[in-house]
């Protein structure tokens, strides 16, 4: 059974970093597709990176967050490594999983309906 459980979120400067974890718990027997979403005001759920667990293909990232945000994976954890928060980085991000693995085809951050497991949320507060 798939289990997402994010953690690392806190209340932060503009300008600071921060890095969001989220404990994975994915059959060994299929790769993935396993991302990090934002909601907050100005989007429902935005995808924000992209990465497959098969390794062999680059992750993807939206317009928003690129040059910023890095994700990274090892068998137990995803991350969303954070630099030079803005307070429009402000919401609540949610790690996601599928074992469809469109991302591995194409650099494509996917939609929430392409994700069928989510974590419970963590909040990130970016002060102006």
């Known amino acids: 059974q798939v289990q997402l459980a994010e953690s690392g979120g806190d209340s932060v400067e503009t300008g600071a970093a921060l890095t969001l974890s989220c404990a994975l718990s994915?059959?060994?027997?299929?790769?993935?597709?396993i991302a990090w979403f934002r909601h907050n005001s100005r989007a429902d759920r935005e995808g924000l990176a992209t990465?497959?667990?098969?390794?062999?293909?680059p992750a993807a990232y939206s317009d928003s967050v690129k040059g910023r945000f890095t994700i990274s994976h090892d068998k137990k954890t995803l991350y969303l490594q954070m630099n030079n928060l803005q307070p429009e980085d402000t919401g609540t991000y949610y790690c996601?999983?599928?074992?469809?693995?469109?991302?591995?085809?194409?650099?494509?951050?996917?939609?929430?309906?392409?994700?069928?497991?989510w974590g419970q949320g963590t909040q990130v507060t970016v002060s102006a």
């Open positions: 996601a999983a599928t074992s469809t693995i469109f991302c591995y085809y194409n650099s494509d951050v996917g939609d929430p309906a392409d994700f069928t497991h």
């Open positions: 994915l059959s060994s027997h299929s790769t993935y597709c």
């Open positions: 990465i497959y667990t098969g390794g062999g293909s």
